[in-house]
């Protein structure tokens, strides 16, 4: 528009000024609001329940507890994002949050619906997961079902069917052991990534403890060829069964048990009356030989030692009457900072998961499994049932509500 003057570029502009003032305006406005909702969402009654619990979980006072994040979200179905083996969810649509809350510069993770919630632990949990395998009913070969879930026990999935055992490996690999006759085991390897590819390694018959180099280029595991023969190293490129596969006799007086790579060397960790014995070779020698090196240089031992002043203890002990795990700091001087107790545990095995320690045993008549906050000392459940074996994983589980640490 234009008036006898000449103004129409006055005009128009002023026109476009009012308009993206009222877009800002509108803006700003959808801004103030969507905070309004937060900050009404974080107030809520459900918030306050979730925030309550950890206070009761960490014995911290509830004003040292604050919900930082706060996410309406639509779970599928009952189960709120954390759905749990055995158990059947109403099948409907459920309007909840996903909520972190801090304590003492940790992070937490709780799901709710509007009227329920469910703890899912240190945000830092949900870069690790567990492997457990169960018994399958009239199996043939005495195989099982192997699957991973989340270290509260929760997001259960089967990753392979057939396994009698299993051995964990770095980036999202598991290298599994399958009977396949009275006198026969394959080797092989999957991917936690729900597509239960199979990819072969060896065979023999009998299989142990197995390991991949950190280049995921060879393995190495411990191999019984046949009926009544000696134990041995097989080392061999990652492809067909056996490729470029090369047998080593074990040191004199050495049966199978654990093995390991140090970068370009294989190590194994063998019992030798109550204590234990380490050896280490390097496998493209012309001819290996096993030489014994200290114990604490096994992969992963190293760090139990905690500094110069302390190490970390987990041991097995009976406290009024009751088999109890107990994992405590010890001092160069003999004293003991107990971290956590685990009662009516009979551990059968351990291990470090960054800043937790993850333990398994038998409770009773079933299987059981806890992961122990080395900062907090809080005793996490993270599974019970029956299941034939439980190990840790360092990978984060293949279905869950948060993705790298964060909201989904």
Same mark, same amino acid.
């Given at each position: 528009?234009?008036?006898?003057?000449?103004? !129409?570029?006055?005009?128009?502009?002023?026109? +476009?000024?009012?308009?993206? #003032?009222? @877009?800002?305006?509108?803006?700003?406005?959808?801004?103030?609001? /969507?905070?309004?909702?937060?900050?009404?969402?974080?107030?809520?009654?459900?918030?306050?329940?979730?925030?309550?619990?950890? /206070?009761?979980? %960490?014995?911290?006072?509830?004003?040292? @507890?604050?919900?930082?994040?706060?996410?309406?979200?639509?779970?599928?179905?009952?189960?709120?994002?954390? *759905?749990?083996?055995?158990?059947?969810? /109403?099948?409907? %649509?459920?309007?909840?949050?996903?909520?972190?809350?801090?304590?003492?510069?940790?992070?937490?993770?709780?799901?709710?619906?509007?009227?329920?919630?469910?703890?899912?632990?240190?945000?830092?949990?949900?870069?690790?997961?567990?492997?457990?395998?169960?018994?399958?009913?009239?199996?043939?070969?005495?195989?099982?079902?192997?699957?991973?879930?989340?270290?509260?026990?929760?997001?259960?999935?089967?990753?392979?069917?057939?396994?009698?055992?299993?051995?964990?490996? #770095?980036?999202?690999?598991?290298?599994?052991?399958?009977?396949?006759?009275?006198?026969?085991?394959?080797?092989?390897?999957?991917?936690?990534?729900?597509?239960?590819?199979?990819?072969?390694?060896?065979?023999?018959?009998?299989? !142990?403890? /197995?390991? +991949?180099?950190?280049?995921?280029?060879?393995?190495?595991?411990?191999?019984?060829? +046949?009926?009544?023969?000696?134990?041995?190293?097989?080392?061999?490129?990652?492809?067909?069964?056996?490729?470029?596969?090369?047998?080593?006799?074990?040191?004199?007086?050495?049966?199978?048990?654990?093995?390991?790579?140090?970068?370009?060397?294989? +190590?194994?960790?063998?019992?030798?009356?109550?204590?234990?014995?380490?050896?280490?070779?390097?496998?493209?020698?012309?001819?290996?030989?096993?030489?014994?090196?200290?114990?604490?240089?096994?992969?992963?031992?190293?760090?139990?030692?905690?500094?110069?002043?302390?190490? %970390?203890?987990?041991?097995?002990?009976?406290?009024?009457?009751?088999?109890?795990?107990?994992?405590?700091?010890?001092?160069?001087?003999?004293?003991?900072?107990?971290?956590?107790?685990?009662?009516?545990?009979?551990?059968?095995?351990?291990?470090?998961?960054?800043?937790?320690?993850?333990?398994?045993?038998?409770?009773?008549?079933?299987?059981?499994?806890?992961?122990?906050?080395?900062?907090?000392?809080?005793?996490?459940?993270?599974?019970?049932?029956?299941?034939?074996?439980?190990?840790?994983?360092?990978?984060?589980?293949?279905?869950? *509500?948060?993705?790298?640490?964060? %909201?989904?």
């Amino acid at each position: 528009m234009r008036d006898s003057n000449g103004n !129409g570029q006055r005009v128009s502009r002023i026109f +476009m000024v009012m308009t993206l #003032a009222a @877009i800002g305006c509108g803006l700003i406005g959808a801004k103030a609001n /969507a905070a309004v909702v937060a900050r009404s969402k974080a107030q809520s009654p459900i918030v306050a329940k979730c925030k309550a619990d950890l /206070a009761k979980r %960490l014995k911290l006072p509830i004003q040292d @507890i604050n919900a930082i994040e706060v996410k309406p979200t639509t779970w599928p179905d009952a189960a709120m994002g954390m *759905p749990e083996s055995g158990k059947m969810y /109403a099948q409907v %649509l459920t309007p909840g949050l996903k909520i972190i809350i801090e304590a003492q510069s940790t992070r937490y993770l709780y799901v709710t619906s509007r009227t329920a919630f469910k703890y899912g632990g240190p945000i830092s949990t949900w870069s690790y997961s567990i492997l457990y395998s169960n018994a399958v009913h009239n199996e043939p070969n005495l195989n099982g079902n192997l699957y991973q879930c989340s270290l509260v026990g929760t997001n259960p999935v089967l990753l392979v069917s057939g396994v009698s055992d299993f051995y964990p490996q #770095a980036k999202g690999l598991v290298i599994c052991k399958r009977r396949t006759s009275r006198s026969g085991h394959d080797l092989f390897y999957v991917k936690a990534d729900g597509k239960k590819k199979e990819k072969p390694l060896y065979s023999a018959f009998d299989l !142990g403890d /197995a390991a +991949m180099n950190d280049a995921q280029t060879e393995w190495a595991g411990f191999v019984r060829p +046949m009926v009544g023969g000696p134990w041995g190293i097989v080392v061999a490129g990652i492809g067909p069964k056996g490729a470029h596969a090369r047998t080593l006799a074990l040191p004199e007086g050495v049966q199978s048990g654990r093995i390991a790579w140090s970068g370009e060397n294989v +190590m194994i960790l063998a019992k030798k009356g109550e204590g234990q014995i380490c050896f280490e070779t390097s496998p493209k020698a012309a001819t290996p030989e096993w030489k014994a090196v200290g114990v604490n240089t096994f992969p992963g031992l190293a760090d139990y030692v905690l500094n110069k002043s302390q190490t %970390l203890e987990i041991t097995q002990i009976t406290e009024n009457a009751k088999p109890t795990v107990e994992i405590a700091r010890v001092w160069f001087t003999g004293d003991r900072d107990v971290t956590a107790k685990i009662v009516a545990l009979t551990m059968r095995g351990y291990d470090l998961l960054g800043g937790y320690v993850f333990v398994w045993g038998d409770k009773g008549s079933a299987q059981a499994a806890y992961t122990v906050n080395l900062s907090t000392g809080e005793v996490i459940p993270s599974f019970h049932g029956a299941c034939r074996d439980i190990k840790p994983f360092l990978y984060p589980p293949l279905r869950a *509500p948060i993705t790298a640490g964060k %909201l989904k």
